[in-house]
């Protein structure tokens, strides 16, 4: 997390999405006071033995949403502030790290209306009444005409519907809506969490994470056993994953020296509870913390205690072996003061574009090209397979500047030859003026080609985009292309006003 | 006296009166020539100048469009003659023609209908018979406009036409003082010529001055693209620092963009809102298939999710240089010259600059491509705060300055956000750090690499604050780059 923006009473956070356990205010209270070490906390675990309920899962879910994990909290001293609290949380996550609830979703359920053992399976259908709501509905409605069924109906792709149900029946249609039977209001005194997806490993850990937010909130905890086919386990796992790590490999790492006590009393800083064990440092990771997956991880923490700010930038010692520009940029720069030369300016467009500038307002067929898929933008569809257009356009926006006008550009083009993509340079040029005319054009590509020192030769050609008889190819060994009179229509298609001669080059990269 | 004045004024004593083609005639000058000789004599008082007036029309889009064709009250009252009318169907041209027929009660509406006043007859819109007329002799304009005044008035009102008039010179007249003005050819050089400087006459003669504050005609130069030039300059920063220039494509399947990135195929950043998958082609294959193994490997254990090679075939364009970076990354794998070379003591320093996309809506602010520079040092024993020194020097080298925080980009640990001052603020400019130790160790576990992939366009608009949106760099209208500072 960083500070985005300070005024006089607030500050605004930025929190990175790997750190969902800092989306709620208990648990960034919780990372603030380590950070301060005020009232530091370290060790989350749950004191009671007790299993609270048993979930019994089904193969039927198998295919559908396959996990769950769950677990009670006793104790609660809920008031409305506090209530509203932890729903909005648990929305927040569902929709944010749960990826709208697809990948993991939680549901709340006043324990004390719970009645019996608990199953987690498939069905085809059923009826309850959904939460908020007075009329008992069948499934397949609560899908197609509830709010809720409307808005997560991307988490459910085949014909059977994960439910939790109890002795009495459904209790979530999951992920859409808990029934209203088990709805948590502020008297509740005891609830039940159930978290699914389709994640083991995510769905186990979220447990543990929203176990620790309730046992800051001053909560008890219970387990539930969670009963699979052919094995059973309890959640909250609240593991502490354990990773060793040389107090040199931090230094290194960073390059700080930050002395052996000091990494310890950052590991804290950040929440970890650390020790020395045979010259190594010991760091538990506390259960709440889902993004740590080995020592690399732990490192950046131990660095972000540290402070970005007091690293020293180091220089590398090496030996010095030089930089180099690709040929590319090499020979581009060359090309480049050529045309600066002759009088063209540059200009820098975008790769994208659309059908209509590419082709149809050059005169010519729609050819094979690179088709983009969905577009925010309507004038987005495809990326160019030449620069004329571009540039055709520049002219256009610049018709009312003083003549003569030249313009160049060198960049990419995008072809597809057979089956592959092509994505290759070209040059060209466009000169527009009151008098101007195919020998001028000529004269200048021409020039271009004898300043490169390529013999070429010039040859009849016919295309739409230019007047009959005005235009020709180019061919050489290394650059081909083609040049002329522009038609009038195409002149007039890019709203510019006076005769303009063009001509393109494909490069050899 | 210039010669060009004195023969002028020679001109005028014997002739009075003299129009500037005349003068061209008789004296051989340019018409510029002309045009500059007699203001100067008539700053003197040796000629006075008549000047007349002509008038020229022009004809808006639409007015061009309804020359061209007809007006929308003829082309409507033709249709009337034809049909019956219901006023609510009327198309939006159709419904202007009424507006004007009705004023001139041409129609009455009854029940809905359009109907024609009995005493209507189609040649009475005067208007458009006018519009033809001008539009095919504009040259006419002074004799139309006198027979047919209302409606010439009426095309103004409608803007369908506007007149300018133009000044000209008729004619050039000597003055009292101009007659008795004695002419004395002086050897005042006026324009260099080729004869005088062969010749010895400059030995003598005085040259005339210029007027130094005359404004002149500002001359049109060839530039280069503020934006590309930038580049070339972060560019030659990046050499300076002995960096190597990589490049590599813009069409890639999302392995090389996100799964070879340690990005998990469920990652919001992948999804079609904001990045721009492709119709055609719709895939590419993955060509080295054990490098595509123990990417699967890396992202089923760390992620905890199934990976599919489907998803990793989807061509995208890349929506960040460090694709370039990825792969000459992993295909040090099969250089082991390289390698070598690294594991001793000189790390490889590369870098790419080029363009990358996001699926946006387009507004001033935001553009679906723009440019990003990319840097990685492969190495052993690299550090965060090698990392820091690079950064911060490149960056004093193009004259900018940055901070670096702590950030979150699921291929770097330590991740570093690197922060630019703008106008006393600090914006974000890109992410940096080191490449997790799960996409190294596929090449090998000896080496780590330091990465960053920065913003470009915003760094120029640090630099260059007459820059105000990113939207004018992809523009390329050619009077804003010929206007551009350079410095």
Redesign the interface.
């Known amino acids: 997390m960083s500070v985005e923006g300070l005024r006089k009473e607030e500050i605004d956070i930025d929190v990175t999405p790997n750190r969902p356990d800092l989306l709620d205010i208990v648990g960034f209270a919780r990372a603030l006071r380590n950070y301060m070490h005020f009232h530091e906390k370290l060790v989350y675990k749950i004191d009671s033995n007790e299993i609270a309920a048993t979930i019994t899962v089904d193969k039927s879910v198998e295919n559908v949403r396959p996990y769950i994990s769950s677990f009670v909290v006793r104790e609660l001293n809920l008031d409305d502030k506090k209530l509203k609290y932890i729903i909005n949380f648990t929305e927040k996550f569902s929709e944010t790290f749960g990826r709208k609830r697809g990948k993991l979703a939680m549901g709340l359920h006043d324990f004390s209306k719970v009645k019996g053992n608990l199953k987690y399976e498939a069905v085809p259908g059923g009826r309850f009444v959904p939460l908020n709501s007075s009329k008992e509905m069948e499934i397949e409605e609560i899908m197609s005409s509830h709010k809720k069924g409307g808005l997560y109906k991307h988490t459910i792709s085949g014909s059977l519907y994960p439910v939790l149900q109890d002795q009495i029946g459904i209790m979530s249609l999951i992920p859409i809506i808990n029934s209203d039977r088990t709805k948590v209001t502020k008297d509740t005194k005891e609830m039940l969490v159930d978290i699914t997806g389709t994640s083991k490993y995510i769905v186990e850990k979220a447990a543990d994470l929203f176990a620790c937010m309730f046992i800051d909130l001053g909560a008890k905890v219970e387990k539930v056993n969670i009963k699979y086919d052919k094995k059973s386990i309890s959640t909250p796992k609240m593991e502490q994953k354990i990773i060793e790590i040389k107090p040199g490999r931090i230094e290194d790492h960073i390059g700080a020296a930050i002395g052996f006590n000091n990494i310890l009393s950052l590991a804290t800083k950040m929440g970890y509870k650390g020790v020395f064990v045979n010259n190594k440092i010991r760091v538990f990771v506390p259960p709440y913390r889902l993004d740590v997956i080995n020592e690399q991880d732990v490192i950046e923490d131990i660095a972000i205690g540290y402070g970005y700010g007091y690293i020293h930038p180091l220089p590398i010692f090496s030996e010095i072996s030089g930089g180099s520009l690709d040929y590319k940029t090499n020979m581009n720069r060359k090309i480049i003061e050529l045309m600066l030369g002759l009088g063209f300016s540059e200009a820098n467009n975008n790769y994208l574009t659309n059908e209509k500038i590419n082709f149809q307002m050059m005169r010519i067929k729609e050819g094979p090209h690179v088709e983009i898929k969905e577009s925010k933008t309507e004038s987005i569809t495809m990326l160019r397979t030449w620069l004329l257009p571009s540039l055709l356009s520049n002219l256009g926006s610049s018709a009312h500047e003083r003549m003569p006008q030249k313009i160049f550009e060198l960049d990419m083009v995008f072809n597809i030859k057979g089956e592959e993509v092509e994505e290759s340079h070209h040059l060209a040029g466009v000169y527009a003026a009151p008098r101007v005319n195919f020998n001028e054009i000529k004269s200048i590509i021409e020039s271009i080609f004898d300043s490169l020192g390529i013999s070429y030769e010039i040859k009849e050609e016919k295309m739409e985009s230019f007047i009959e008889g005005r235009c020709a190819k180019i061919e050489s060994k290394l650059l081909n292309g083609f040049f002329g009179e522009l038609h009038p229509e195409v002149i007039r298609n890019f709203g510019i006003i006076e005769p303009t001669v063009a001509f393109e080059l494909s490069l050899p990269y | 006296m210039h010669k060009y004045l004195a023969s002028i004024l020679k001109l005028l004593q014997k002739e009075k009166k003299a129009s500037i083609e005349k003068i061209v005639e008789e004296t051989g000058l340019s018409k510029d020539a002309v045009i500059w000789a007699i203001s100067e004599l008539e700053s003197k008082g040796l000629v006075s100048i008549k000047k007349g007036s002509s008038e020229s029309i022009y004809f808006s889009e639409e007015g061009k469009s309804y020359a061209e064709g007809k007006l929308p009250e003829e082309e409507l009252l033709e249709r009337i003659s034809k049909e019956n009318v219901k006023v609510s169907e009327l198309s939006p041209k159709e419904r202007i023609g009424l507006q004007w027929l009705k004023a001139k009660g041409l129609v009455d509406i009854k029940e809905g209908f359009l109907i024609k006043k009995e005493n209507t007859k189609d040649a009475e819109i005067e208007e458009g018979k006018v519009l033809r007329l001008l539009f095919s002799k504009p040259e006419d304009i002074s004799i139309i406009r006198s027979n047919y005044k209302d409606a010439f008035e009426n095309l103004l009102k409608r803007k369908l036409i506007s007149i300018k008039s133009k000044e000209y010179i008729e004619s050039v007249e000597i003055t009292k003082s101009g007659e008795s003005e004695k002419i004395e050819d002086s050897e005042e050089i006026g324009e260099l010529s080729k004869e005088i400087i062969e010749s010895s006459i400059w030995k003598k003669a005085s040259f005339k001055k210029y007027d130094i504050k005359i404004p002149v005609a ?1 001359a ?6 503020p ?2 030039s930038f580049i ?1 300059e972060i ?1 030659n920063a ?10 590599g ?3 890639e399947p999302s392995f090389w963009v996100f799964d070879s990135l340690f990005v998990p195929q ?1 990652h ?1 950043a992948r999804e ?2 904001d990045t ?7 895939k ?1 294959n993955l060509k080295d298939k054990k490098i595509v193994g123990k990417v699967k490997a890396m992202h089923e254990k ?4 199934n990976w599919y090679e489907e998803i990793a075939e989807q061509a995208v ?1 890349r929506t960040h240089t460090t694709s370039v970076s990825a792969r000459f990354i992993y295909a040090l794998k099969n250089n082991l010259k390289e390698m070598n070379k690294i594991s001793g ?3 490889l ?1 590369l870098f790419s600059i080029g ?1 990358v ?1 996001r ?4 507004d001033y602010k935001h ?3 723009f440019y990003q520079t990319d840097g990685i ?1 492969i ?1 052993t ?6 990392l ?3 950064l ?2 490149i960056y004093q080298k193009i004259g900018i300055e940055i ?6 980009f ?1 291929f770097v ?5 690197v922060d630019i001052l703008h106008n006393g603020e600090w914006f974000e400019l890109g992410g940096a750090g ?1 490449i ?3 996409i190294t160790d596929i090449v090998s576990k000896k080496i780590n690499v330091l990465a960053w992939g920065l913003g470009v366009e915003r760094a120029l608009m640090v630099k260059d604050p007459s820059i105000k949106s990113i939207t004018e ?7 804003w ?2 206007n551009k500072v350079i410095l």
Do not use: C
């Not at chain 2, 990046?238 to 490049?247: A, D, P, Q, R, V």
């Not at chain 2, 760390?302 to 999710?305: L, N, S």
């Not at chain 2, 024993?381 to 090698?386: A, P, Y």
């Not at chain 2, 640990?413 to 956000?417: R, T």
């Open positions: 500002a049109i130069g060839a530039k280069r693209h934006l590309r070339d560019k990046y050499l300076s620092m002995g960096f190597k220039e990589i490049s494509p813009i069409i469920d919001p079609m809102q721009f998958y492709l119709k055609n082609p719709g590419i760390a992620w905890h999710i364009l003591v000189t790390p320093m363009r996309f699926n946006e809506s387009i553009l679906a491509e040092i190495g024993g690299l550090t965060l705060s090698n820091f020194y690079i911060k020097k901070r670096f925080k702590p950030s979150y699921p640990e330590p991740g570093v956000e080191m997790r130790k799960e760099l992809f523009n390329s209208n050619l009077g780059i010929r």
